[in-house]
Each structure stands twice: as C-alpha cells, then as structure tokens.
C-alpha cells in the first residue's frame, strides 16, 4: 500500500529552482515528524530538511540552509519542498518520509530510522 507519492522532480540548470511534492495518504493529524531525504549516486541517503506537523518547528541540514524550505499542507496532507539556488552537488534521488509520532519518537529528525513510512523517490538533475 502506497503512502507517500513524491512529485516535482526534473532537470534543471544551476542557479534554479524546483518545488518537489509529496502527496501523504496517511492521518497525520495525531502528530508526526515529515522529512525529505536525498541519495546522490555512489553516496548514502542523507537528510536534507524535517518539519513537525501542526505548525510545528523546521530542520535543515548545512547543505540546504538557505536555499531550501519544507513546508505541510495541513488542509490537503502534502509535504513540500521548495528548491531555490541549486547547485550541481544537489542531484540526487530525493524522498519523503513520515514518522508517525505516537509509535515512539526519539527526537533525531535527520535519523533515517525514526521514520516509518517512505515514498519511492523522484530524481532531481542539475546540470547546464
């Protein structure tokens, strides 16, 4: 059963911009924890942005600061990721994730192992 579908990707050149979506199909309302994650060729996944749901805090990785913002749609349950400035260095198979708080949450918004649901990626290229 799939539960989150990510969309947005594509190619673009450096120096532009993408908005990624991420389309949630599970009830979030009772409280979860919403990451973006990314996998460049050859290198591990690593965390990339984390927002709590309702309102609550956003995280970003050195990589990303600046440039990036996560945002939820509470009203439709899509997560966002808006890609501003982008470098070569950000191609990568980018994914959302969602924790779902009450099933035990250690706090590690960047830890992969926190999240218990994953969409199945889409692929960012920035080249010129």
């Known amino acids: 059963q799939v539960q989150l579908v990510e969309s947005g990707g594509g190619s673009v050149q450096p120096g532009g911009s993408l908005r990624l979506s991420c389309s949630i199909f599970v009830d979030t309302r009772s409280g979860y924890c919403l990451g973006w994650f990314r996998q460049a060729p050859g290198k591990e996944r690593e965390a990339v942005a984390a927002?709590?749901?309702?309102?609550?805090?956003?995280y970003y990785t050195d990589p990303v600061k600046g440039r990036f913002t996560i945002s939820h749609d509470a009203a439709n349950n899509t997560l966002y990721l808006q890609m501003n400035t982008l470098k070569p260095e950000d191609t990568a198979m980018y994914y959302c994730a969602a924790a779902d708080l009450s099933l035990g949450w250690g706090g590690g918004v960047f830890a992969e192992n926190e999240y218990h649901y994953w969409g199945q990626g889409t692929q960012v290229t920035v080249s010129s």
């Open positions: 927002i709590y749901t309702g309102g609550g805090s956003s």
